[in-house]
C-alpha cells in the first residue's frame, strides 16, 4: 500500500527499524507486546479472507446491469444512494434512470458527481458530460468535459464532445482555441474542421439542431448555452431578430463571461444602428471580453463609423492580433491603411483577406469532392494554416484514398508544422506591421452629419399611381406554369428587361420589353414577343411587329444606345441562347444586323451597355453573361422541382466588342483585361460610367455568389483599350465583412455631393445591400459600405433585391430610392413573392423606408428589372417595373412637388453621340449637384437618356457645367429651372425643347 509521499509501509518499518538499534530496556518490552497483538490481528484478517465473501451491494448492482436485469440493478442502486454513493453508485443510477424514463432523475444524480476527480476519474467524467449532454444540459456537459481533458488533454473523445458543444452553439472561436492547441491534425473529423474553418459562419442543421436545443431550452431554462445556439439560428433567419434580441439579453445577464454572446449582442447592436444600447453593452463588458477578438472587430466597425480611423484601426489589428483568419478583419484594415497614406501596409492585409474569402466561399457553399478539398488544402497551405490542411488532407483522402497530392502535401506539412505555432508574421500580418502606436478609441456617440438644408422631420411627401393599364401598356412576361411543374432550370427566374429609349426622337420615351416563349418550343406566330410600346403623347401602342423588333427568343434584357451616332437609338436584346442586334433605320424601323457584327453569341446574358470604351466617338458593347451550362438539365429539389443554385454550374465569360467603325464588332475582352478564368463571373447587373474621374469609362459588374467587379479604364494611353480589375482593392468586390453575395441591381449617384459616385447593390435573401461610398480623394479608388450608416442595411435582409434605380421624386434635391424585391420563382421560394420598396432620402444621404401612397407598394410580387425615365414630361421621374407571371407596372410620380427642376439632354459631337459618362455639374442658390449620365443601369435595364434633377427651392439654375467624355467643358448660367434643356457639344447656349 502506498503512502502520500509513495513509498510502501514495509520498507517505512524497515527503515525505522534499522534506525533504533539501541533503546532502552523497556521501551523494548512494550514494543514486544505491540508486536504480538499485530501478529493476533495479522492472523484474523488473512482467516477473514479465507473465507469466500459475499460481493458488496453496488458490485452486484453493476452485475444486474450488465446482464440487462435493470429491475435488480435498481433495486440495488437504489438501497446505495440514500447513503453516500460514491461517483459510480451515481453514474450507474443515471443510467438506470435513463433506462425508465425519469431524465430529471438522472440528471439530479449526474450533478451530485464530483467534478474535479484528478487522472483516475477522467472516464467517470466523459461519461457524466456526455450523458448531460444528451439530457439536454450543456453547461452540466460542458463543465464535465472540460474537467476530463483538463486531467488528460488528449483525450479524443471528450475533445470531440466539447467541439460538439460549440458547434451547436455556435462558439467557432472557442472551438477554434481547443482544436489548435489539443488535437493531432490527423484526428480531426469533418465536422469539426468545418466548424473551425471560419470565425463568421454558423454550421447548424436547422430542423435537428433546433428541436434539440429547444428541448435543452426546456431542460434547463436558466442555461445560457441552448439560447445561444437558438439565437445564432435566428439570426441566421434574420425574420426572428426581434425574438433574438430579447434571447441575447437574457443570455448576457445570465452569464456575462459568455464571450460569444457578448459579441453577437453587440454586432446585432451594431448592425441595427441601436446606438446608445451599443454604448451601454460596451460600458458593462466584463475585463474577458478583451480577448475575444470578434469585440475588437465590432470596436473597430463602430469606430469607423464614428469617423475614427485611427482607433478603428487599432482596433481591427487587435482582432487580427488575437485571430488572424478572419476575413473581415483583414479587409477593412487594409482599406483603413491606405485612407490614411499606408497602402504598402495595407498589401499583406489585403492579400491575406482575399485568400480568406477564397478559402471560405469553398468551405461555405461548395461541395467536398476532391477538385474542391484540393484547392481548399491549397489555399489552407498559402495562408499557413498547416495543421487544418493535413486534416483537410485526410478528408480527401477518404473521398480519394490514392491521392499523391494529399500524401505529399502530409509529409511536407508535417515537418514544418508544430503545435501552437501558427502565429508567424508572413501568416499573421499584425506580427510584422506594428500598429500599437495608434490609439484605442473613446467609444462615444457621434451626432451624424446632415446636410445644411436638412430640416425638421416631416411627413413624407412621396407618392406614385400604378398607370400602365390605363395608357395601353399591356404586357405579362410569359412563364411556362405547366413545364414547372415537373422540371425547373436555372433560367426560370427572369422576369424580362426594360429599355427606355425615343426611338422615332418626338421627345416622348417609348419603352422596350423582353418576353420569354415555351424552352423547346420553336420559334412561330404562336410564341410570345418581346414587345416595342411607342409613347404617343402619353399612350402606349405596342409597335414590334411592324418595326421589326418582335424577337421570340427567351428575352432577358435590353440596352439601349446608338451605336453609329446617327441620331436614332439602336436595341441589343440579351437572351438565353442568342442574342439579337436591330439597328434602327430612322423610319420607324429596325433592321436584324446580329450576323453581320458578330455580336450574337450562344451564352446567358442579362445586362448590357452600349458605351464608348476606346474613347474613338464609337460607342462599343459589353455584355454581362451568367451561367454555363444552364439550359441542359434541371436540378432536383426536395419534393419538387427546383433550378440549381449558383454554386453548382461555373459562370460565362462577359464579353466587349469594339464597335470597328465599318459595321464589324471584334470581341476583345480578354486583350483588354476582362479576365476569363474558369468559372469567374456570373454576372447579372452592369454600370457603366466614370468612375475614378480619369479619362475613359469604368465597368462594375455585379456577381452572384462571385467577387464583384470594377474594371478600371487605362485611358487614351492604353492603346490597344486596356482595362485593370481593382474590386478588391476598392472595397467594392464583397460586403464590408468578406461576404460574397448574391448581388444583382446597381444603381449610382452622388448622393454626398462630394462630386464621387456612390454606388447601391441590391442582394439576396439574408444578405445586406450594400451602398458603396467615396469618401477619400486620393488617385486610387477607395469605397466603403456605408449601407448601416445610411440605413439601408438591416431592412432588406428579408429580400431578395432585383432592379434598383435612384430618382429625386418630389424635387427636395436629394436622391431618394426604388428597389424592385421578390424569391426566384415558386419552387425555389424562400418568402415568395415580396414587396417593394421606396426609401426616402432625409439630407445628409440618410434613407428611410416609406409606403409610398400607392396600391402598388402594398402588393406582393415577383419583381425584377427596374427603369427611371419621366414618361408623361411633367418634370417628375417616373419608374417602370417588369415582373415575373405577373403585368409591368408603370409607377407615376404623383408625390407633392417640394421644388423646382431640370432636365438636361446631352448630345456629344467629339465625343459618342449620346455622351455616356459626361458630368453636369449645376449650382443653384447655396447647393452643388454632380450628375453624371451612364449605361448599363443597374439589372437588365436601360434608363431614359436624361438628367433629371430636383432643384428644392431654387427657381434658376445660376451656373450649369458639363464636363464632356472628350473635348473641353462647357459652362452656361442663368437658365430657368422647370424646363428640359438640349445641350449639343460645342453650341454656344442650351436648347429649350418645349
Known amino acids: 500500500m502506498l503512502n502520500p509521499n509513495g513509498k510502501s ?55 444486474a446491469y450488465a446482464r440487462g436485469d435493470y429491475a435488480t440493478a435498481s433495486r440495488l442502486v437504489d438501497a446505495v444512494l440514500p447513503e453516500r454513493p460514491s461517483d459510480e453508485a451515481l453514474v450507474l443510477g443515471a443510467r438506470l434512470a435513463l433506462i425508465k424514463r425519469r431524465p430529471e432523475d438522472a440528471l439530479r444524480l449526474l450533478r451530485r458527481v464530483a467534478d474535479d476527480r484528478g487522472v483516475e476519474g477522467v472516464d467517470t467524467l466523459f461519461e457524466c458530460g456526455k450523458m448531460c449532454g444528451e439530457l439536454g444540459s450543456l453547461g452540466d456537459a460542458e463543465r464535465y468535459l472540460r ?224 477538385a474542391t478539398l484540393t484547392e481548399m488544402i491549397q489555399l ?29 502535401t502530409i509529409d511536407r506539412l508535417e515537418m514544418q508544422w508544430k503545435p501552437g505555432r501558427e502565429g508567424t508574421p508572413s501568416a499573421n500580418p499584425s506580427l510584422a506591421i506594428d500598429l500599437a502606436n495608434y490609439p484605442l478609441p473613446h467609444l462615444q456617440l457621434r451626432e451624424r452629419t446632415a446636410s445644411s438644408h436638412a430640416g425638421a422631420p416631416r411627413a413624407s411627401a412621396l407618392s406614385f399611381h400604378e398607370s400602365a393599364s390605363e395608357v395601353g401598356l399591356d404586357f405579362r412576361y410569359f412563364v411556362e406554369d405547366e413545364r414547372l411543374q415537373t422540371e425547373v432550370y436555372t433560367f426560370d427566374f427572369s422576369g424580362g428587361g426594360v429599355s427606355v429609349l425615343d426611338y422615332d426622337c418626338d421627345g416622348w420615351p417609348d419603352l422596350y420589353l423582353t418576353q420569354s416563349r415555351h424552352w423547346l418550343a420553336g420559334k412561330d406566330g404562336a410564341e410570345p414577343r418581346n414587345a416595342l410600346f411607342r409613347n404617343v403623347h402619353g399612350e402606349f401602342v405596342d409597335v414590334a411587329e411592324s418595326a421589326n423588333v418582335g424577337d421570340q427568343e427567351f428575352g432577358q434584357g435590353a440596352a439601349a444606345g446608338d451605336f453609329n451616332c446617327d441620331g436614332f437609338p439602336d436595341l441589343y436584346v440579351t437572351n438565353l441562347g442568342a442574342n439579337v442586334f436591330y439597328l434602327n433605320n430612322g423610319d420607324g424601323t429596325y433592321q436584324d444586323i446580329t450576323e453581320t457584327s458578330g455580336t450574337g453569341g450562344e451564352g446567358n446574358s442579362l445586362s448590357a451597355a452600349l458605351a464608348d470604351f476606346s474613347g474613338d466617338g464609337l460607342p462599343d458593347l459589353y455584355v454581362v453573361n451568367y451561367l454555363d451550362r444552364a439550359t441542359e438539365q434541371p436540378c432536383p429539389g426536395q419534393g419538387k422541382p427546383t433550378g440549381c443554385g449558383p454554386h453548382l454550374l461555373l459562370g460565362q465569360p462577359d464579353r466587349l466588342y469594339l464597335n470597328l467603325g465599318n459595321g464589324e464588332w471584334r470581341d476583345v475582352a480578354e486583350p483588354a483585361g476582362i479576365p476569363l478564368p474558369q468559372g469567374a463571373g456570373k454576372g447579372m447587373g452592369l454600370l457603366v460610367a466614370d468612375f475614378d474621374g480619369q479619362a475613359g469609362l469604368d465597368i462594375y459588374v455585379a456577381n452572384d455568389m462571385t467577387a464583384n467587379r470594377l474594371y478600371v479604364n487605362q485611358g487614351a494611353a492604353a492603346n490597344p483599350i486596356s482595362f485593370v480589375e481593382q474590386g478588391r482593392v476598392a472595397g467594392v468586390a464583397y460586403d464590408e465583412s468578406g461576404t460574397l453575395q448574391g448581388s444583382m441591381g446597381i444603381a449610382a449617384r452622388d448622393l454626398k455631393q462630394n462630386g464621387m459616385l456612390d454606388v447601391f447593390v441590391s442582394n439576396f435573401y439574408n444578405e445586406r445591400n450594400n451602398l458603396f461610398s467615396q469618401s477619400v480623394q486620393k488617385p486610387s ?159 437588365s435595364a436601360t434608363n431614359q437618356r436624361q438628367i433629371l434633377l430636383g432643384l428644392g427651392a431654387q427657381t434658376e439654375v445660376d451656373k450649369l457645367t458639363i464636363r464632356w467624355p472628350q473635348g473641353d467643358p462647357q459652362s452656361f448660367e442663368h437658365l430657368p429651372a422647370d424646363r428640359q434643356w438640349i445641350v449639343v457639344q460645342g453650341h454656344d447656349s442650351p436648347i429649350h425643347r418645349r
Open 147 to 370: 474537467m476530463a481533458v483538463v486531467h488528460a488533454p488528449g483525450y479524443r473523445e471528450a475533445n470531440y464532445h466539447l467541439l460538439d458543444l460549440m458547434r451547436i452553439e455556435g462558439r467557432n472561436w472557442e472551438a477554434y482555441e481547443l482544436a489548435a492547441n489539443v488535437f493531432p491534425p490527423r484526428q480531426f473529423r469533418l465536422k469539426h474542421l468545418e466548424l473551425v474553418g471560419t470565425l463568421r459562419d454558423v454550421w447548424l442543421d436547422e430542423a435537428k439542431d433546433q428541436e434539440f436545443l429547444a428541448y435543452c431550452e426546456t431542460v434547463t431554462p436558466e442555461d445560457p448555452l441552448p439560447q445561444l445556439g437558438l439565437i445564432r439560428l435566428m439570426l441566421a433567419k434574420q425574420h426572428e431578430v426581434g425574438r433574438a434580441k430579447k434571447a441575447l439579453l437574457k443570455a448576457v445577464a445570465a452569464a456575462p463571461e459568455l464571450c460569444e454572446a457578448q459579441a453577437t449582442l453587440g454586432e446585432f447592436l451594431l448592425d441595427s444602428g441601436e446606438d446608445v444600447e451599443f454604448l451601454q453593452w460596451h460600458a458593462k463588458l466584463p475585463s474577458t471580453a478583451e480577448r475575444h477578438p470578434s469585440i475588437w472587430v465590432i470596436r473597430g466597425r463602430w469606430s469607423r463609423l464614428q469617423g475614427d480611423t485611427e482607433g478603428a484601426i487599432r482596433c481591427l489589428w487587435e482582432a487580427i492580433r488575437r485571430f488572424p483568419n478572419d476575413r473581415a478583419s483583414n479587409l477593412l484594415i487594409a482599406k483603413l491603411l491606405v485612407s490614411v497614406g499606408r497602402d504598402q501596409d495595407a498589401v499583406p492585409f489585403q492579400q491575406r483577406g482575399e485568400l480568406l474569402v477564397a478559402f471560405d466561399q469553398l468551405l461555405v457553399h461548395y461541395g467536398r469532392a476532391p
Open 781 to 939: 479608388l477607395l469605397f466603403n459600405d456605408l449601407s448601416l450608416d445610411m440605413n439601408l442595411a438591416m431592412s432588406s435582409v428579408n429580400e431578395v433585391g432585383w432592379g434598383a434605380q435612384f430618382l429625386d421624386a418630389e424635387l427636395d434635391g436629394d436622391w431618394d430610392l426604388f428597389v424592385a424585391n421578390g424569391d426566384i420563382n415558386d419552387n425555389m421560394a424562400i418568402v415568395g413573392k415580396m414587396y417593394p420598396r421606396m426609401f426616402e432620402n432625409l439630407g445628409g444621404a440618410r434613407f428611410e423606408p416609406r409606403p409610398a401612397a400607392c396600391d402598388f407598394f402594398q402588393t406582393r410580387n415577383y419583381g425584377r428589372a427596374v427603369a427611371r425615365l419621366d414618361w408623361n414630361r411633367d418634370g417628375l421621374d417616373d419608374v417602370c417595373v417588369t415582373h415575373r407571371g405577373a403585368p409591368v407596372a408603370l409607377l407615376t410620380n404623383t408625390s407633392q412637388r417640394l421644388g423646382h427642376f431640370i432636365a438636361i439632354v446631352l448630345i456629344g459631337v467629339e465625343c459618342s453621340r449620346d455622351a455616356v459618362g459626361a458630368v453636369a455639374e449645376v449650382e443653384a442658390g447655396a447647393r452643388r449637384w454632380s450628375v453624371q449620365l451612364m449605361a448599363g443601369d443597374g439589372f
Open 9 to 63: 509501509r514495509l520498507r517505512e518499518s524497515q527503515a525505522m527499524n534499522r534506525g533504533n538499534d539501541h533503546v532502552p530496556a523497556g521501551t523494548s518490552k512494550r514494543r514486544a507486546v505491540l508486536i504480538f497483538f499485530a501478529a493476533l490481528l495479522s492472523a484474523a484478517l488473512v482467516a477473514i479472507a479465507l473465507v469466500p465473501r459475499r460481493p458488496g451491494t453496488l458490485d452486484r448492482a453493476k452485475a
Open 380 to 408: 489552407l497551405e498559402k495562408l499557413e494554416r498547416r495543421w487544418e490542411a493535413i486534416g483537410w488532407c485526410q478528408i480527401l483522402l477518404q473521398t480519394d484514398p490514392y491521392s499523391q497530392f494529399a500524401r505529399e
